[in-house]
């Protein structure tokens, strides 16, 4: 049975990073004959562009048809004129939120090839390997009531609001206890409950859940504590699980252990597997177009994409190891590169990650 991937490659880098993990999955696709199909569409600025809206419904109508979505990056100060609603972020957030990809996988390994390109010392990220579950479709990002108002005294006053309920929490926290289970079985809950009662109830629901999963090792931290951890000792941790906000936060201090947020991929799933993939990293305007742009993380979320939704764990792992060795060989986009290697554009890069699961099929059918 064919499967369908919906491809967004959105805006600046988006279509670099994106041409790159297409090709990986092409290759993939002829190589393991996955029956894989791709449609493409537009989200973000290029979807403001054409259809004066970030994300039209003939979008939200392809994806509601695909299997996956592969998705680059959206928005730019091309775009930034425009009020809240029609910013590029704001497709970004709909179609997340329309499709119910509540469940936000952030990982952050460190990839040992790469041990001198973190800004931390090699011995305190050597060997990382954690999960950040993020809660995508509630929280902060999409509490209402929000708004700018005027106020009495004619000062603007911002507001948002912070909520969660016990449902929304019971099924990001499932979705965090079954990732430990077959990770370390540690998983720690980070909120404010110190200060803020959504989050209060957040600890309850999880803390309560804890008695289904026995095995699992519960902690809580408090997300101040929980970003200084990060970069003090983040091998403490294993999965780590919190709400919108503070997920967004705490995953780009991840990233950075592993040397570059380049390196960081991401799948955004639904109750029923399927999902949204794209780098953690945004659109970067400052070096769109020069080619530079590392497409690893894309060609990483391809994998999860494989893993996750299209039922090819194998073809995951081929993926992976294919990137490994890229790595092995030297090779490095400028955010990952230090002296002694090689630096190559997006394109070499993805066309070397493409020549190694090359070799690794003429090594297994010879
Ligand atoms: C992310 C991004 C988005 C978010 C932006 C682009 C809306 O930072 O995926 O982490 O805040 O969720
Ligand atoms: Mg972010």
Redesign the pocket.
């Known amino acids: 049975m064919s499967k369908r991937v919906l491809v967004l490659p959105g805006d600046n880098i988006g279509s670099e990073i994106v041409a790159e993990a297409v090709k990986v999955l092409e290759a993939i696709n002829r190589q393991r004959d996955l029956a894989i199909q791709l449609n493409w569409g537009v989200l973000g600025g290029a979807a403001l562009d054409t259809y004066g809206n970030p994300c039209p419904q003939e979008t939200l109508d392809s994806a509601r048809d695909a299997d996956a979505i592969l998705l680059g990056a ?2 730019g100060p091309q775009w930034d004129h425009y009020g809240r609603e029609l910013r590029p ?1 704001s497709g ?2 709909r179609i997340r939120s329309e499709l119910e990809l509540f469940a936000n996988l952030r990982p952050a390994i460190m990839y040992p090839q790469l041990a001198g390109a973190s800004s931390l010392k090699p011995e305190v990220v050597a060997g990382l390997d954690i999960l950040i579950v993020r809660e995508l479709v509630g929280g902060i990002y999409f509490g209402e009531p929000r708004g700018i108002r005027t106020l009495d005294n004619g000062e603007r006053e911002g507001y948002n609001t912070y909520k969660y309920s016990e449902s929304e929490i019971r099924r990001i926290g499932k979705v965090a206890f079954e990732a430990a289970m077959v990770r370390d079985k540690r998983l720690c809950s980070v909120d404010k409950s110190n200060v803020l009662e959504a989050t209060i109830v957040w600890k309850d629901v999880i803390s309560e859940m804890a008695s289904d999963y026995p095995e699992v090792e519960l902690s809580h931290l408090y997300v101040d504590n929980a970003a200084m951890q990060l970069v003090r000792q983040p091998k403490q941790f294993d999965v780590l699980v919190t709400g919108n906000m503070f997920g ?1 936060i705490l ?1 780009d201090t991840a990233a950075m252990l592993t040397g570059s947020i380049g390196m960081l991929p991401s799948a955004s799933l639904d109750q029923y597997g399927g999902g949204m993939y794209e780098p ?1 990293h ?1 659109s970067a305007p400052d070096i769109a177009g020069q080619g530079i742009a590392n497409p690893l993380a894309t060609i990483l979320s391809v994998a999860m994409m494989l893993r996750y939704s299209l039922g090819s764990p194998d073809a995951a792992v081929i993926i992976e190891h294919a990137v490994s060795r890229v790595l092995d060989r030297g090779l490095r986009t400028t955010d990952i590169y230090t002296p002694g290697t090689e630096q190559v554009s997006t394109i070499a890069m993805g066309d070397a990650v493409v020549a190694e699961l090359q070799a690794a099929e003429l090594s297994m059918n010879g």
Do not use: Q, W
């Open positions: 959206v928005g972020e970004l957030l967004d995953s953690c945004g």
